[in-house]
């Protein structure tokens, strides 16, 4: 499990080291409300690509080791006390909109400028996804029971359509 202490840590780490990062998943979601709602078994990052190597040497430094790569889409970092970073490289464009790549490369992820917003972990400000675009990544799979929480979640607080 990744505490939102932790959280902080790896972000202070890769702020450290020069890398911006963008919390997505479940944690970008408990971020989005301002409080931890369950228990996280990761943490999702969208990481500028130019900057991987600076974010994974930071990691690597820190007891993290590879344990899946597939690049261009993801790749996740494991330490041995538990926690994973599935990291996801992103490429800008100059008027703040990002590309990640998808399994479909004729399919790749967009992510408008806008969806790049602050939330909080902990009282400490951090950038995240916005709802919208959480609820759009939650979409064409048969959902887990912590992404059912995570989409209650956003309706409870934002008042949004979820599709389940």
Known sequence: MIS???VL???ALL???GADVVIAGGWGIDALLGEETRVHGDLDLLHR???EPAAVAALTAAGWTETLDWRPVRFVLSHPSGPDIDLHPLRFAPDGSAVQS???PQEPFHYPAECFVTGTIG???VRCLSAQRQIDFHQGYEPRPQDLHDMAQLRRAFGVTTHF
Do not use: K
């Open 102 to 104: 998808s399994p479909d």
């Open 15 to 17: 702020r450290e080291a």
């Open 49 to 51: 690509e130019e900057q």
């Open 123 to 125: 009282g400490t400000p």
């Open 9 to 11: 840590s790896v972000l």
């Open 4 to 6: 939102a202490a932790d």
